[in-house]
């Protein structure tokens, strides 16, 4: 990173992170980082993590590239359909929550599922314009598919807790303190 | 950094490690959450493309000062001597974490590049903002020191108070 290239960045937009959007720092900071393999962890405590990640046989981590490219496509949607629902001060609870939930489930899938998901990679691997993506159309209602009765009591109960925990940190009441007897 | 972000390292990150039977060894990306939410000194920040978190990134922004005296000599700034300190303050990467499926030994070309390098102009933003002119340090990795070196952020060599390993500083930016 040249600090004459961020000086000039600062002068000419006030604000450095301008850069990512600048192709020119996009292919050098490829380069640079091809040439690292990556790895850029900093702080006593990431040691942890970069052995877990060494010790992991490649080919299994390669495998889940597959996972995260699912999630990166069911994750904005599910983040939309939930910013709908007006949770206000608990929604990131609930989100939190859904996520993780829908994580399990795709490692549980019902048999028609592991299909969709393959029909959802291919149209996004040919750039098919959206009209022309029908496994794209159906992510919601797949979504709430594979939550079962027992998810939803689980994400209503978050809200409502967080809700109520939300609320008597706003009111800075003692949350083991009865509201009223 | 949300909640969400937080649940993400535990169960996506964490979950492809645990998949392929690496056990847990307790990287608690929420403690640091609840430091940084409770505490003022520190920031937990995360980068997030398609709602996914592709990197985190903790930050200490008052305790630490800078270890390098820039007055030494003109142009050759030198690391202080054991007990001294600068009277300046920085921004200390505490944490700097990129997702497991950011790199090349795992995805060729890797699922995001330009993670790690987006979140070190972040904290010297951050730097900035906070008034202290871009001065940013870290620890390395000893995996990660040709990515600093890359950056050109100057080695001040081994810290014997971070397990060894290599103290990388910025000095202040020029605006």
Redesign the interface.
Known sequence: MDDNRLSQQLQKTGDLMDLLNDSDWLQETAAAEAACSGDVEAGVGTRSYVKQIQRTPPDALKQQRRQVTVLSILLPVLHDYLSDWGLGLSFESVYAEAQRVIYQRLAQMTPGQPGWINNLLAEGDQYLPIEERPSQAQIEATLLEMLTPADWQVLATVAAKDMAAGILRRANVDEATPIAS | M???H???VK??WQ???A?????????DWDYKRRLAASDPRFEAYALE????AQ?VV?LETQWHRSQVDEQFSAGQAMRFSTGEASPSRLVY???????????????D???F??????????A??RS?ALGYS?RVG????P??E???H????PDYGADPD??G?VYFE?GT???
């Open positions: 949300t909640q969400a937080v649940v993400q169960t996506i979950g492809i490690l998949a392929a039977e690496q056990p847990d060894e307790g990287w493309i398609d709602k996914l990197g903790l990467i505490d944490y700097l974490a990129s997702a497991p499926w950011n790199r090349k030994r795992i995805e070309p890797p699922y590049v330009g993670v790690g390098r987006a979140l070190l102009i972040f010297r933003k900035m871009g870290l620890h390395s990795l995996g990660a040709a990515f600093y890359r950056q050109n952020m971070k397990e390993l910025y930016l020029q605006q």
